[in-house]
């Protein structure tokens, strides 16, 4: 599908901020043209969208593929047939694997397995600090040569701020992004749930929201200090909001995402103790929750991604406080998202550009967008199409997810990457 002509689709563009019906031409793995009205006469594979909506393919920054290590959990190709099944064109992995990917040896080791098996984009993240322990910088320059987009220790906050301020400022030199979990580690150390009536009730070890406040205000004081590139991989809470807006008013380089789980969930949603709701953060309430979907509809959080986390039932059938944490999200990401387009908080564009075009140019790839020239990764979806969410359904190899069981609104129907086909909804 080399020369492919969509017709009668709905183009979502977060470039221009439109959704408008049109027609789209593909060619050679790039999109060679659009326009409005009637499709054009042309010698090309005709795709009738049947007006469902037609959108650049997700970006998803912060997918955890558990190769090396625990592949039981996910493999490259398990994530990459749950990301065509999501509409996510390209997967950004963590290096928080067994272990860890922080020599240009393993980061070539899961490249070629992503290669070998993924059906869609896989671009590589490496660890900041050897073993992601947060006490010498890794081998920067050489993990950019051997193909590292980002730069990320995961959710271990690198607590000596010498260590990650010599390690911001290697990588300012170097070009290269940092991507950092804002947490003050020791206040949330042990954490299960966010500090407030809820957790007391549950008898649950909680952490204040000003834990990340502290953690955002901190990496802040650095970037001012190094002028480094920085993105923010998960701000949930109201109280962090108003230190990012500074940062960027201040010219900083500095760009937030946050997480579908956090904008669709609140901390009541644990209830009796479901450990498939256990996140890392921890799920907020609802008033940071709601002013988190604003920061997002006005740019001020720049993405959203799945923070994808297979863990095994072995690991979530455990006590609350005992349970691993983390959820698969890269098939529910679009649903779980399409919730808040159903209710009127946030429009398609709004979403597409927080799930493409955002990510995409914070990695300088040329996805994200319906331009042309542009490359042809799309995702063509219904978003009205109801059904019940069964997460043995899921291709993740792990099926933690807390959307099991829930009603849900929207279903993808086809995933496009560099204008091959990559999935079709049975």
Same mark, same amino acid.
């Given at each position: 599908?080399?020369?492919?002509?969509?017709?009668?689709?709905?183009?979502?563009?977060?470039?221009? *901020?439109?959704?408008? !019906?049109?027609?789209?031409?593909?060619?050679?793995?790039?999109?060679?043209?659009?326009?409005? *009205?009637?499709?054009?006469?042309?010698?090309?594979?005709? +795709?009738?969208?049947?007006?469902?909506?037609? &959108?650049?393919?997700?970006?998803?920054?912060?997918?955890?593929?558990?190769?090396?290590?625990?592949?039981?959990?996910?493999?490259?190709?398990?994530? *990459? %047939?749950?990301?065509?099944?999501?509409?996510?064109?390209?997967?950004?992995?963590?290096?928080?694997?067994?272990?860890?990917?922080?020599?240009?040896?393993?980061?070539?080791?899961?490249?070629?397995?992503?290669?070998?098996?993924?059906?869609?984009?896989?671009?590589?993240?490496?660890? %900041? #600090?050897?073993?992601?322990?947060?006490?010498?910088?890794?081998?920067?320059?050489?993990?950019?040569?051997?193909?590292?987009?980002?730069?990320?220790?995961?959710?271990?906050?690198?607590?000596?701020?010498?260590?990650?301020?010599?390690? %911001?400022?290697?990588?300012?030199?170097?070009?290269?992004?940092?991507?950092?979990?804002?947490?003050?580690?020791? =206040?949330?150390?042990?954490?299960?749930?966010?500090?407030?009536?809820?957790? +007391? /009730?549950?008898?649950?070890?909680?952490?204040?929201?000003?834990?990340?406040?502290?953690? /955002?205000?901190?990496?802040?004081?650095?970037?001012?200090?190094?002028?480094?590139?920085?993105?923010?991989?998960?701000?949930?809470?109201?109280?962090? /909001?108003?230190?990012?807006?500074?940062?960027?008013?201040?010219?900083?380089?500095?760009?937030?995402? #946050?997480?579908?789980?956090?904008?669709? %969930?609140?901390? =009541?949603?644990?209830?009796?103790?479901?450990?498939?709701?256990?996140?890392?953060?921890?799920?907020?309430?609802?008033?940071?929750?709601?002013?988190?979907?604003?920061?997002?509809? #006005?740019?001020?959080?720049?993405?959203?991604?799945?923070?994808?986390?297979?863990?095994?039932?072995?690991?979530?059938?455990?006590?609350?406080?005992?349970?691993?944490?983390?959820?698969? &999200?890269?098939?529910? =990401?679009?649903?779980?998202?399409?919730?808040?387009?159903?209710?009127?908080?946030?429009?398609?564009? #709004?979403?597409?550009?927080?799930?493409?075009?955002?990510?995409?140019?914070?990695?300088?790839?040329?996805?994200?967008?319906?331009?042309?020239?542009? !490359?042809?990764?799309?995702? =063509?979806?219904?978003?009205?199409? !109801?059904?019940?969410?069964?997460?043995?359904?899921?291709?993740?190899?792990?099926?933690?997810?807390?959307?099991?069981?829930?009603?849900?609104?929207?279903?993808?129907?086809?995933?496009?990457?560099?204008?091959?086909?990559?999935?079709?909804?049975?």
């Amino acid at each position: 599908m080399n020369n492919t002509l969509f017709t009668n689709a709905r183009l979502i563009d977060p470039e221009t *901020g439109t959704d408008s !019906p049109g027609w789209l031409h593909v060619s050679d793995g790039r999109i060679a043209t659009r326009g409005e *009205g009637a499709a054009p006469a042309l010698e090309a594979q005709v +795709v009738d969208c049947g007006g469902q909506c037609l &959108a650049p393919g997700i970006v998803d920054i912060g997918v955890k593929v558990c190769e090396p290590g625990e592949r039981h959990k996910e493999s490259y190709k398990s994530a *990459g %047939l749950a990301a065509a099944a999501g509409g996510v064109t390209t997967i950004v992995t963590r290096p928080d694997t067994s272990p860890a990917i922080d020599t240009p040896e393993s980061l070539e080791f899961v490249t070629r397995r992503a290669q070998a098996d993924a059906p869609v984009n896989v671009l590589p993240m490496a660890a %900041l #600090t050897k073993g992601r322990e947060g006490r010498e910088m890794t081998e920067i320059g050489f993990l950019q040569d051997a193909g590292a987009v980002a730069f990320t220790d995961c959710d271990h906050v690198i607590a000596n701020t010498k260590v990650f301020s010599r390690a %911001l400022t290697y990588a300012r030199a170097c070009g290269a992004l940092v991507i950092a979990h804002p947490q003050e580690p020791i =206040l949330s150390n042990g954490a299960a749930a966010t500090s407030g009536k809820f957790a +007391v /009730l549950r008898g649950l070890p909680a952490v204040s929201p000003m834990a990340e406040r502290m953690g /955002l205000d901190r990496d802040i004081a650095l970037l001012e200090m190094t002028g480094a590139t920085y993105h923010a991989d998960q701000i949930t809470t109201a109280r962090a /909001l108003p230190a990012l807006e500074r940062a960027k008013r201040n010219g900083l380089d500095i760009t937030a995402g #946050t997480s579908i789980h956090h904008l669709t %969930l609140n901390e =009541l949603d644990v209830a009796d103790y479901r450990t498939f709701f256990k996140v890392k953060p921890p799920l907020r309430s609802e008033d940071d929750r709601q002013a988190v979907i604003e920061a997002v509809r #006005t740019g001020l959080i720049d993405t959203i991604s799945s923070m994808h986390t297979p863990q095994d039932e072995e690991s979530k059938r455990l006590p609350f406080e005992e349970a691993a944490s983390g959820a698969v &999200a890269l098939e529910t =990401l679009l649903p779980a998202a399409l919730r808040l387009y159903h209710v009127g908080q946030l429009d398609l564009p #709004t979403l597409f550009r927080s799930m493409a075009l955002n990510p995409a140019k914070r990695l300088g790839l040329g996805s994200g967008r319906l331009s042309e020239g542009a !490359p042809a990764d799309l995702v =063509l979806f219904d978003p009205d199409v !109801p059904f019940v969410l069964d997460r043995f359904s899921l291709k993740s190899k792990s099926q933690n997810t807390p959307f099991d069981g829930q009603r849900m609104q929207g279903k993808v129907t086809a995933t496009f990457v560099a204008g091959q086909e990559v999935y079709r909804r049975p």
